[in-house]
């Protein structure tokens, strides 16, 4: 085992494989959704977030949630999924009670969350519910 830790690649990775692991119809229901693995947030993604400390997101989504899409809306940017590899890493060691596979694919589909439209509150309801 490498003592290295996880790279952008191997979180990209890790996120490929829990997507590809989800249920057919939740995949196909996410559509054209792009994937990312980046350190960090930009500055200007924490900042318009109000987080000044870039490792408490370990995920984003940006885009217009399906739910608020119209016909006759323009078309939208791309909707964008993103992993920030440095604070998953750093959650990961903190809690120390999940693999990196799980914690990767709890903020992946938290973000899918959003992409349907769903809220925090939402999305913390269904994980409790489980």
């Known amino acids: 085992m490498s003592s290295l830790a996880p790279s952008l690649d191997d979180l990209a990775a890790l996120a490929e494989a829990a997507f590809a692991a989800l249920p057919d119809g939740f995949r196909a229901m996410t559509g ?4 990312r693995v980046d350190d960090f947030a930009s500055a200007d993604v924490l900042d318009e977030l109000g987080i000044e400390d870039a490792f408490e997101l370990t995920g984003l989504y940006q885009g217009v949630d399906i739910g608020r899409r119209s016909t006759f809306d323009p078309a939208p940017q ?3 999924v993103f992993l920030y590899r440095r604070p998953i890493l750093d959650e990961w060691v903190d809690r120390g009670d999940v693999t990196l596979a799980e914690l990767v694919t709890h903020v992946l589909v938290h973000e899918i969350g959003h992409h349907f439209g769903l809220s925090d509150d939402d999305i913390d309801g269904i994980e409790a519910a489980d």
Request: proline share 14%; aromatic share 14%.
């Open 32 to 35: 054209d959704v792009i994937f």
């Open 78 to 80: 791309p909707s964008m």
